[in-house]
């Protein structure tokens, strides 16, 4: 009886070690002939920002005043990675892996909740940072905006804005301000 329960034990062992080597050898095929995995790093990043942006209220609504801000602070913190209309952005960027979004031909791709989301929180495995730290929600909100309707600017309309308005200056406090609509 008890050879008869060795066998038993080498046999599961052996057949655990054989299923094992065909789910490794079926998924590096798999992964060789083109296949995804559908639990990537990307994919559970746009579900986060799909799920935080759903929570978000709607962003306020349009104005000369916002698009103005959002441009400030855009030229202050954007405008070196992710380009302006016409001009692209620096060399440097191109650097990056992954690459910054080019946000004057993509910006609308994202709605302005989702686009909030990410100034809130950063894209975590990127240079995106989060600029919930210094900077309020309505400036988020105008930044926002600006990026979504980013695309619809012409050269032209983005060089009179920028000859007309200075990037935003420096935050001067060391306290975040945002609440991104978190409770503390």
């Known amino acids: 009886m008890g050879e008869s329960r060795g066998s ?4 599961a062992v052996l057949g655990a070690a054989a299923g094992a080597l ?19 790093p990307h994919d559970s990043l746009e579900r986060r920002i ?29 405008v070196r990675c992710h380009g302006e209309p016409g001009v692209g952005r620096e060399a440097w960027a191109s650097g990056l892996d992954p690459a910054p979004t080019d946000l004057p031909v993509t910006g609308s791709r994202r709605d302005a909740r989702q686009i909030f989301w990410i100034l809130c929180h950063g894209e975590p495995g990127t240079g995106m940072p989060s600029f919930r730290a210094h900077r309020s929600d309505q400036e988020l909100w105008a930044v926002a905006l600006f990026v979504r309707d980013l695309p619809s600017l012409s050269p032209e309309t983005y060089a009179s804005l920028k000859s007309t308005w200075p990037p935003a200056p420096p935050p001067s406090g060391l306290e975040p301000d945002a609440t991104c609509y978190q409770t503390k």
């Open 22 to 40: 065909a789910v490794v050898v079926w998924f590096a095929a798999w992964l060789w002939l083109g296949g995804k995995p559908p639990w990537t």
């Open 8 to 11: 038993w034990i080498v046999a």
């Open 50 to 78: 799909a799920v935080g942006a759903a929570a978000l209220p709607a962003p306020p609504g349009p104005g000369s005043q916002r698009q103005t801000a959002g441009y400030r602070q855009y030229a202050a913190n954007c």
